[in-house]
């Protein structure tokens, strides 16, 4: 059975790396988009566009080795977090934050294209309060993202603040601007609103808790699953634990919520439409 958590960071630094990857492994988990942190997390000062650059070769090292290492099959998701061109903006002023993000999102871009990385991401806005000038930017630059994507015919992840209907339904009028494939834009941290996500053509990622996970279900089956594991051993476990999709899903087929067509659905058939990728059982 394929298992694919869709959202799932990784730290050689702070965290447990190749043993959160193997713990997902022994629960049964098989596929793993692991997304980029922050260049400040992978040891850059994250003040120009080589340090995204730098850190986004790095984390693409990190996910070779978890292939190399790991029975699971990894994907790399490369981009510039929204808090990181917060921090910039702080330090450097916003036309200089703006430019160098724009680089560094074609830099990502490339990665994509070469087939190093699977999606651009995590990008977007701020789940924290800024100035208006801020958030104004942040959206100009998620819109980049997204027409780099388009261009690249590669997804995008999206780091948003917390998300209700009138932000899907916002979310997708910028997605007819850019004129991006809506089902390529993935919405992390997704609340469980499956029919809404469909209306407006975006992919929902959800956060497998159970209550979640029960109220997506019951809308479809047009969604993933994902931990946002953070790999942080001050906070082990957070936001969930690395074995929560593959235990989380065998316990709703055991149950009978989720039925082997759904689970197919959600681990193999969205993922592949959304990525383009060969999800194949060994």
Known sequence: MIIWDDH????PYKGIFLEAVRQFHRAGG???????????????????????????????????????????????????????????????????????VMKALEYAQGLCMEGKAIAIGEIGRPHYEVSEEIWNASI???KYGMSLAKEADCAVQLHTESFDEEKFRELGKYVREVGIKPYKVVKHFSPPLVKVAEEVGVFPSIIASK????????????FMMETDYIDDKRRPGAVL????VPKRTKAFLQNGLFTE???????????RKVYEVEVEED
């Open 261 to 271: 067509e759904d689970v197919y659905k959600i681990h193999m058939e969205n993922p």
């Open 241 to 244: 634990g690395p074995k929560t």
């Open 8 to 11: 799932f960071h990784v730290d």
């Open 140 to 142: 100009e630059l998620m």
């Open 211 to 222: 209550k979640n996970i029960k109220e997506a279900i019951e809308q479809g089956n047009r």
């Open 30 to 100: 098989t596929h793993l988009v692991v997304v980029y942190k922050t260049a400040h997390d992978y040891g850059f000062s994250g003040l120009r566009a080589e340090d995204f650059m730098n850190a986004m070769d790095f984390h693409i090292g990190l996910v070779e080795k978890i292939n190399k290492e790991t029975p699971v099959k990894a994907y790399a998701v490369v981009g510039v977090h929204p808090a990181e061109f917060v921090y910039l903006a702080e330090q450097k002023g916003l036309e200089y934050a703006k430019n160098e």
